[in-house]
């Protein structure tokens, strides 16, 4: 049988929340909040108990024993039956115990951002394959966790119809001063907070906040940086020599990825099947792209890159290990200028803005960017590397390379057609 505990999250000398826990068998531990909550100082870690130095506070552990009891008698009807044991089937019992609203109460942010992610999960796209794509599924459970923790730093649930402009400033100020979230990433979950408040909306629910006015003072945007490889760099790059084995392999894929503009997942998912030659050598690489289902057919001229894949072609890499070692062969190719661009600080735990040797600055999404970019300074119309890279709006387009959209190349064709 499951041994059944509490526990604090935070050590902070103020009230906090008490979550219960256990590890059903074969299973990750799954907790709750408890809906009491407690000064730290008044907290015993070893016997996981209130200290008994008041009568609210023996008081306190005698409703924890009771919920203790409750919740193993749940566990052993439920498990009799196969139910499946997790966070949300504690939460509900949990909320039986203390006479709370039910689990479904859409009311509730929490509530409702469940069945929100429930059914858009389970909801079949339009090619038949399986609803949100296993990203978008993890931002939404990202944001859920931000809006719990939030809720337990104010001692408060999120309710539609208590969610004014205040608390929303609130959220992101705690956001950026508490947790301290890089600006961007807090812009991204205000979005996520107007989006959900809109949803809501469609479903009649009643909300007390015009979502349009979620951080409408709150328009933070980091500069934006394009660092590519160009195509002198590229010549460095394939003209490396006595690399390890799999320091050479990752070359091979940085001067694929250079050729063919695609995100890194597809990239490093290519295979031999894939890979078609034509009459004069050219090969066309068939993708089908993961964002979107988009299917491209990428042609590549370029005799290095032909000749890997022809003869050379590179084994399976991780995005992580080939994001790695990428620096270092673009390190031994030379791309050592001083550079601006975003950095991951372990310290702050923030993207920050440094200047650093290129190498340090450049990832697999770069290959993409500069596949895009080259392209573009050669004269190619906007819409034919937009159905290579997949991207879907211009403007969308335009971000990514870091360019102010021209339209030369349309009106010359304008002249052209009345000569």
């Given at each position: 049988m499951a041994s059944i505990g509490f526990r604090l999250k935070s050590k902070?000398?103020?009230?906090?929340?008490?979550?219960?826990?256990?590890?059903?068998?074969?299973?990750?531990?799954v907790s709750a909040r408890t809906g009491q909550t407690i000064n730290s100082s008044d907290w015993s870690s070893s016997k996981k108990k209130a200290k008994?130095?008041?009568p609210y506070l023996i008081n306190l552990n005698t409703t924890l024993t009771s919920l203790e009891k409750f919740i193993s008698q749940a566990l052993n009807n439920d498990l009799t039956y196969g139910i499946e044991i997790d966070n949300r089937w504690l939460n509900k019992q949990v909320d039986d115990f203390n006479n709370k609203v039910p689990q479904n109460d859409q009311s509730y942010l929490i509530h409702f951002l469940d069945e929100v992610i429930e059914s858009l999960g389970y909801k079949k796209a339009n090619?038949?394959?399986?609803?949100?794509?296993?990203?978008?599924?993890?931002?939404?459970?990202?944001?859920?966790g931000v809006l719990e923790s939030f809720e337990e730093s104010i001692s408060q649930r999120l309710k539609f119809n208590n969610l004014d402009e205040s608390l929303a400033e609130d959220f992101l100020k705690w956001m950026i001063d508490e947790k301290k979230y890089a600006k961007s990433q807090a812009g991204r979950l205000m979005k996520r907070l107007k989006s959900l408040l809109k949803e809501a909306i469609l479903k009649n629910i009643p909300?007390?906040?015009?979502?349009?006015?979620?951080?409408?003072?709150?328009?933070?945007?980091?500069?934006?940086?394009?660092?590519?490889?160009?195509?002198?760099?590229?010549?460095?790059?394939?003209?490396?020599?006595?690399l390890s084995d799999s320091l050479d392999n990752v070359r091979k894929w940085i001067l694929i990825g250079l050729m063919v503009g695609q995100r890194v997942s597809d990239l490093l998912s290519l295979n031999k099947h894939q890979i078609r030659?034509?009459?004069?050598?050219?090969?066309?690489?068939?993708?089908?792209?993961?964002?979107?289902?988009?299917?491209?057919?990428?042609?590549?001229?370029?005799?290095?890159?032909?000749?890997?894949?022809?003869?050379?072609?590179?084994?399976?890499?991780?995005?992580?290990?080939?994001?790695?070692y990428l620096k270092e062969v673009c390190k031994r190719a030379g791309l050592t200028d001083i550079i601006s661009g975003y950095k991951f600080?372990?310290?702050?735990?923030?993207?920050?803005?440094?200047?650093?040797?290129?190498?340090?600055?450049l990832a697999s999404h770069d290959?993409?960017?500069?596949?895009?970019?080259?392209?573009?300074?050669?004269?190619?119309?906007?819409?034919?590397?937009?159905?290579?890279?997949?991207?879907?709006?211009?403007?969308?387009?335009?971000e990514y390379i870091g360019k102010n959209p021209k339209k030369d190349f349309d009106a010359y064709n304008f002249l052209n057609a009345i000569k």
């Open positions: 902070e000398n103020r009230q906090v929340s008490i979550y219960i826990y256990f590890r059903p068998a074969n299973s990750k531990v008994t130095t008041d090619d038949g394959s399986q609803g949100l794509k296993p990203g978008t599924i993890k931002g939404y459970n990202t944001f859920r909300v007390s906040i015009n979502p349009e006015i979620i951080g409408k003072d709150f328009n933070y945007k980091p500069e934006k940086i394009i660092n590519v490889i160009s195509e002198q760099e590229f010549i460095k790059i394939s003209q490396l020599k006595d030659f034509d009459e004069s050598g050219i090969a066309m690489i068939d993708f089908k792209q993961a964002k979107g289902g988009t299917v491209v057919t990428v042609p590549v001229k370029n005799q290095i890159v032909v000749s890997i894949l022809k003869h050379k072609f590179p084994y399976r890499i991780s995005d992580q290990n080939f994001n790695k600080n372990s310290s702050t735990k923030r993207k920050e803005l440094v200047e650093k040797p290129k190498y340090e600055l290959l993409r960017r500069s596949f895009a970019n080259y392209h573009y300074d050669k004269g190619m119309p906007v819409a034919y590397i937009m159905r290579i890279t997949g991207h879907k709006r211009e403007s969308t387009f335009f």
